[in-house]
């Protein structure tokens, strides 16, 4: 069988798991949702078994350290994934709900209900946990999923998505509503991306390598995140102690996420006062600092900043440091650099805060507060399944209801068009 | 200068006119629109001499009488022009709206604030008034626009956008809010929609041929659809007066338009009291009539359905007839025939109209009205650009607020990830 073939016949089962799962009712899907979560701690020895094949695998192409863990696989990990299904149980079902309904003037009620979006393609990298997730939360916004998980994974991720499908089995729902690509041919990728038809909406998660090639390659709808390229800016009215913790927390946290800051942007008025010991505590903690002019002729033996730092999303204990003249300057440095992620404003003063609200363009935007809290659970929405820096359809933290959308419903009693 | 830098030129303009108007305030854009209104109206006698070389060549080249129609303008159709323009200068403005606001357990309160989008892309074929209408739309909503009109209307839309330009400069308005494409050159679209960092969205109206062109090209997002295979299904429980009313505005009162029906599903139940005067009066009307085998045993003269009649869109005073056993046949036609535009029940069973709402998987779905009635103005959102049966981001009538998009917003006092 080609890989056309192959792929449009997997993706016709999910559009078939679309139409039984779009009709099934809260109770089934939490139970469903439940089952998974037990079967996969009961069944852990039979997944720690095949994660070992990856693992082993992996470490026989020589993948690095950091790759090798984040592949693997241990009891605490599975509870882990169990948890999460079990979380998703507990959130509200959006389907179904009605955001809204208004009678028109020739007495008929238009309104809008939730629906599922139908067949969503995960295209992600190695992190088994994905399988588990990204499934739990299609299923319960009532979307069949098409997974592609990366080729280092595959046999801990062919093993997650049996006992998930055991249990979409066990509980009568179709198991289309789980596919799986198993193949490691990275052509499967090239072939989903040509199922407009097939495959309603495609999120990649991984490195910006490959959404970049979703991005370019795919007819369907994508949802991503490229890069954080996050900032602080620091304003002369702020409450620098405050400023200070922002900051650090922001950095220093966790560096490795894509909220992190990679650029403080202080107002010259405060930056005397502020950086030199702020600077400090960075590099007392590992933070390895890059400096404007203004900010090195306060705090001289660090490196200076090159323009090209400024796009770079480090992932890592490096911040960049940059003097401004002032909220006008801050905004348009985010403007040109930034990466439409999370953005925050440390100040005091009401005027300048509104302004850096309304006019900063990212996903989400802070007053007074760490841009590390750009997160679903942080922000009550529930378990996430990535942060979009699209404009379209959903911006930051994408929960259940960004995996429906709203289609009108219309009651009458006879309305005609005149 | 090569096709990819002028239109790079163009995007980047476009770009710099959407930072800012994201900015203007909503008297400020109302202002500029009542002044298109005005100086449209005021400048006629430019408009339509341009319009005149547009109509002649398009005579020249043997145009089909339908298309030199769509494509001439007269006072009338300036004046409607006009009016349109005054018709968003009263809605609401969307942007700055905030839609909802909670607080966390750590005291910072979490918001979805609504924003443009950015610079919209507009794809469409011959008629002009589109050029007023989708600029005027989109300045509203906050967003440059940057259009691509038909080639044939080239000298009408350059003396709009003309007549728009100047309300910009009048009123400080960056130009680039209103950015026109004036090549007659195909290649410009292909380059559009390549630069994903310019341009946020695209929007085609037009044939289904240019539509899919775009979609299978753009590396932006697209907001579309493709046809409207729009069905009414009369239940057994229907009211048959209602029904026979129902079905013959949906089908008469405006043939050529995406929300007319091109197929009836009836219940066979009702079959022999509903059909023989329901055709007859649709004959009467001048539409041919396609029946089912079911359908000719009682209404024998007409011509017999073929399969491949239930996909198209006739937009015209066709109509397919089928036969059902009951309201799961009925379901399963519309969403294997359908477009997933508008369809209809009429019945007066409560269960079964609240199983046809929630099951048939369309951007409007009907009980009791007809399919004519999904329209931006009908559902009380006032103008639309288009009417999507896409399922990420907007599906229906597309309004202002289908032209923004929503940002998280943060206001804290501190608030760190712990």
Chains 1, 2 share one sequence.
């Not at 799962?21 to 469903?32: E, I, V």
């Not at 990856?54 to 948890?83: F, Q």
């Amino acid at each position: 069988m080609d890989m056309k073939t192959y792929v449009t016949e997997k993706a016709s089962q999910a559009r078939e798991g679309a139409r039984a799962l779009a009709r099934a009712l809260s109770g089934r899907k939490n139970d469903t949702l439940l089952d998974m979560a037990r079967s996969l701690k009961k069944r852990s020895k039979e997944l720690l078994a095949e994660n070992k094949k990856d693992v082993y695998a992996a470490k026989e192409k020589g993948l690095s350290k950091a790759l090798v863990d984040r592949l693997t696989l241990n009891e605490k990990r599975i509870d882990e994934m169990a948890k999460g299904l079990e979380e998703v149980a507990a959130l509200p079902d959006p389907v179904g709900q009605i955001t809204g309904m208004w009678r028109r003037p020739n007495g008929m009620s238009v309104g809008r209900m939730r629906v599922p979006i139908g067949v969503i393609g995960i295209i992600y990298e190695s992190r088994p946990n994905v399988t588990a997730d990204a499934a739990g939360l299609c299923l319960k916004a009532g979307n069949a999923v098409i997974l592609r998980g990366g080729s280092e994974a595959l046999h801990s991720n062919m093993a997650i998505v049996r006992v998930l499908r055991d249990s979409l089995k066990q509980n009568a729902l179709h198991e289309g509503a789980i596919t799986f690509i198993d193949t490691p041919d990275r052509g499967a990728i090239m072939e989903m991306l040509k199922l407009e038809g097939l495959i309603d909406l495609v999120i990649p998660r991984g490195g910006e390598a490959l959404i970049r090639t979703v991005t370019e390659n795919s007819r369907i709808p994508v949802l991503k995140h490229y890069k954080g390229v996050c900032h602080v800016f620091v304003d002369r009215d702020a409450d620098l102690i405050m400023a200070e913790e922002i900051c650090f927390n922001a950095k220093v946290q966790r560096p490795g996420t894509c909220n992190a800051m990679e650029t403080m942007l202080v107002d010259e008025a405060v930056a005397e006062g502020f950086l030199p010991s702020m600077l400090k505590r960075f590099e007392n903690a590992g933070v390895a600092l890059r400096g404007c002019p203004k900010t090195l002729s306060l705090y001289p033996h660090i490196t200076e900043v090159k323009e090209e730092d400024y796009y770079r999303e480090y992932l890592d204990l490096i911040l960049n440091v940059k003097v401004v003249g002032d909220v006008d300057e801050a905004i348009a440095h985010i403007a040109k650099y930034g990466s439409a992620h999370s953005d925050a404003i440390v100040t005091m003063n009401h005027e300048r805060a509104m302004r850096f609200l309304r006019e900063v363009d990212s996903s989400a935007v802070f007053v007074n507060a760490s841009t590390r809290l750009n997160d679903g659970f942080q922000f009550g929405l529930g378990a996430e399944i990535g942060i979009s820096t699209d404009k379209i359809h959903a911006r930051g933290p994408m929960g259940l209801e960004e995996l429906t959308c709203e289609k009108f419903i219309v009651l009458g009693d006879g309305q005609l068009r005149e």
